[in-house]
C-alpha cells in the first residue's frame, strides 16, 4: 500500500482528508498515482486509515474507505537519541535509521568539536530537512507515529530530567570495568526502563576535555544520571556507535516495551 501523511485523522473529522502539497507532488509525479488509486493515510500521531485519492479544485484528497485506525506494535520505542551533529549525508544516514530502529526523538547536539555551524544558516534549515527524511524513512517502514526531530541543544544544557542516559564513551573499554559493556550493563541493572532510555553519542573524534570533565561529574548511575558505557575495544564511526546502541537498547528492553503496549492497549 502507498502511503502518504496527512493532518489529523481524529474520528470526527470528515471523511474526505486533504492532502499536503508536498505529498501529492510524491503520489502523483513519483508514484504516478490517479484518481481512485488506494493509498494509506497516517496522521504521524499513530492513526493510519485507506483511502480513495480524489482530484477536486486543484486539490488532492483522500477519500476514507474505513475508519482511522491503530496498531500499537507499529508505533514507536521510548529511545531518546541525542546526537552529536555530523556532517553531510552521515546525519542524514542516522535520521533514517533510527525511525527505522523505533527511536521516539532524536535531539541534534552541538559540541565543541562539532565541524557544522548550522546556526550559521539557520537551525530550522536543518531541522526541516531532517525531519523530511524522517517522515519519507517512515512511510517507507510502515511506522505510524512520526520520530520528532528537537531543536538543536548545546551539551551542557541537555536534561537529564526523562530518566536514564547512557554516554557512549570509547575511552572507557581500555579499562575493562564489569559490566561497563552497554549490553553487559543493562543486562546486569535490573531497574525497569519502562519510561523511555537515553543515548548519548559524541562528535568525530570524540567530546573535548573539559565536555569529557563536565560529563564525569554527572555520571551517576540511576534512573537520572549518565551512565558511562561503551561499546567495545573497536573505535566506531559516530554513526555506527548510534545504530549499534540503538540496536542493543532495542534488544535488551523491546520485551519489557512490548508487554506495557499489550497491557496499556
Known amino acids: 500500500m502507498r502511503r502518504a501523511l496527512c493532518e489529523d485523522l481524529s474520528p470526527h473529522r470528515s471523511s474526505l482528508i486533504e492532502i499536503p502539497e508536498g505529498e ?17 493515510l497516517m496522521d504521524g500521531t499513530g492513526k493510519c ?19 482511522p485506525t491503530t496498531n500499537p506494535k507499529l508505533l514507536s520505542l ?8 555530523l556532517k553531510g549525508e552521515a546525519m542524514e544516514w542516522v535520521v533514517e535509521k533510527a525511525v527505522e530502529l523505533g527511536v521516539r526523538s532524536l535531539t541534534p547536539v552541538e ?12 537551525a530550522e534549515t536543518f531541522i526541516d530537512r531532517w525531519q523530511k527524511i ?3 524513512s517512515l512511510k517507507q517502514c510502515g511506522r505510524l507515529d512520526r520520530m520528532e526531530i528537537l531543536p538543536p541543544r548545546a551539551l551542557e544544557s541537555l536534561s537529564l530530567s526523562s530518566g536514564p542516559l547512557y554516554w557512549l564513551d570509547e575511552a572507557l573499554a581500555i579499562t575493562a570495568e564489569p559490566h561497563s559493556h552497554l549490553s ?9 526502563r519502562l519510561a523511555g532510555v537515553s543515548l548519548l553519542i559524541g562528535p568525530e573524534g570524540g567530546f573535548s ?18 551512565n558511562r558505557v561503551h561499546l567495545g575495544p573497536l573505535i566506531l564511526r559516530a554513526e555506527t556507535a548510534a545504530l549499534l546502541g540503538i540496536s542493543i537498547l532495542v534488544g535488551e528492553h523491546y520485551g519489557k516495551w512490548e508487554n506495557q503496549i499489550q497491557t496499556s492497549s
Open 134 to 136: 524522517a517522515d519519507q
Open 209 to 226: 576535555a573539559s565536555e569529557r570533565s563536565r560529563l564525569l561529574q554527572l555520571t551517576v548511575p540511576g534512573n537520572k544520571g549518565i
Open 24 to 40: 501529492v507532488k510524491h503520489l502523483t509525479s513519483v508514484l504516478r498515482l490517479g484518481p481512485g488509486d488506494l493509498v494509506e
Open 111 to 122: 559540541s565543541e568539536f562539532t565541524v557544522v555551524k548550522i546556526h550559521k544558516k539557520g
Open 184 to 192: 553487559a550493563h543493562l543486562r546486569a541493572d535490573q531497574s525497569p
Open 78 to 85: 521510548p529511545i531518546h537519541l541525542k546526537m552529536s551533529i
Open 49 to 67: 486509515a485507506p483511502a480513495r485519492l480524489v482530484f477536486r479544485d486543484k486539490k488532492v484528497f483522500g477519500e476514507l474507505t474505513a475508519s
